[in-house]
């Protein structure tokens, strides 16, 4: 991407820092690693009845629940995440089921393309070094977890950085960046907005000091207010800088449910990795 972006035609269409697009190109990907931009917006990314589709194949699915926040449920997938802070055989039972979660994934939208495949066609074909499922150990990570928010759940703000959860993974520290990847199959009646910030919070010492005691997430008095608050909608897919402060405001009316996975970001002449 050229320094002067000021002149590019791509940024000239960014209003307030997001950039509304028909796909997820090459250089909105180098503007989102390089934080020039604050997130990417396809609209229709998936069709509304393909989310509506998926949305029945999960009926009467309760998922589980993050241990931090029990409102915001896994249906479908684990993320590498539940491996932080060194348990050995959380990750072993996230590596040993992975090619079962990304069949039971492409089940719940079958016979159409799940969003995450989507993407990583999309990816082979746009970015210069193409794009693989992230590799642990050799072993090809999970990427797609279809996760939702019930009503009452939230997520506090946080910064998403698998390389400090994950610090013997020698893949997650080779990441320069990660971008969350998200196609809303279901939207919030009311509330559920996400909320970007500029900022982000460099070190890990910084970073726990500024948490609210007891809670994963960073104290919003420290933080300030948001740069964007957006609305999503169904079929969407939003794309941000993970490393960068960001939240879901509480859901008044659910269920909030999305396709999400992130696209691990080596460099311009680096392939692209997805994991959830
Ligand atoms: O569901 C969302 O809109 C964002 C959730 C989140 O924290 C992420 O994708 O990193
Ligand atoms: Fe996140």
């Known amino acids: 991407m050229r320094d ?6 791509m940024i000239d269409k960014v209003s307030a820092g997001i950039l509304q697009a028909s796909h997820l190109s090459a250089d909105a990907i180098e503007a989102l690693a390089e934080k020039k931009i604050l997130a990417v917006r396809v ?3 998936c069709g509304v009845d393909v989310c509506s589709h998926a949305m029945r194949k999960l009926a009467g699915n309760a998922g589980h629940g993050y241990t931090a926040e029990p409102d915001f449920r896994k249906f479908v997938g684990g993320a590498l995440f539940d491996g932080a802070e060194g348990e050995a055989e959380i990750l072993e039972n996230y590596l040993r089921n992975a090619a079962k979660w990304y069949s039971a994934c492409n089940e ?3 016979p159409h393309i799940s969003p995450a495949d989507k993407m990583r066609h999309h990816l082979r074909e746009v970015w210069p070094a193409g794009n693989h499922m992230e590799r642990i150990g050799g072993r090809p990570a999970f990427a797609g977890l279809i996760r939702g928010f019930h009503e009452g759940a939230e997520a506090h703000p946080h910064q998403d950085m698998t390389h400090w959860d994950l610090p013997h993974m020698p893949e997650a520290q080779t990441l320069h960046t990660q971008l969350s990847c998200l196609t809303y199959l279901s939207c ?4 559920g907005e996400l909320e970007l910030w500029a900022s982000e919070i460099e070190n890990r010492p910084d970073y726990e000091a500024a948490k609210v005691r007891g809670c994963y997430g960073l104290d919003r008095e420290r933080v300030g207010p948001p740069d964007t608050a957006m609305t999503p909608r169904v ?9 960068r402060i960001h939240a879901v405001r509480r859901i008044a009316q659910g269920p909030r449910c999305t396709q999400s996975f992130f696209i691990g970001y080596r460099g311009t002449d680096q392939p692209l990795s997805l994991f959830s």
């Open 108 to 110: 719940v939208f079958h």
């Open 235 to 243: 079929g969407e897919l939003i794309v941000f800088n993970a490393r």
């Open 43 to 45: 609209a229709g990314y």
């Open 188 to 191: 919030a009646g009311s509330g």
């Open 4 to 9: 002067n972006s000021h002149n590019d035609p």
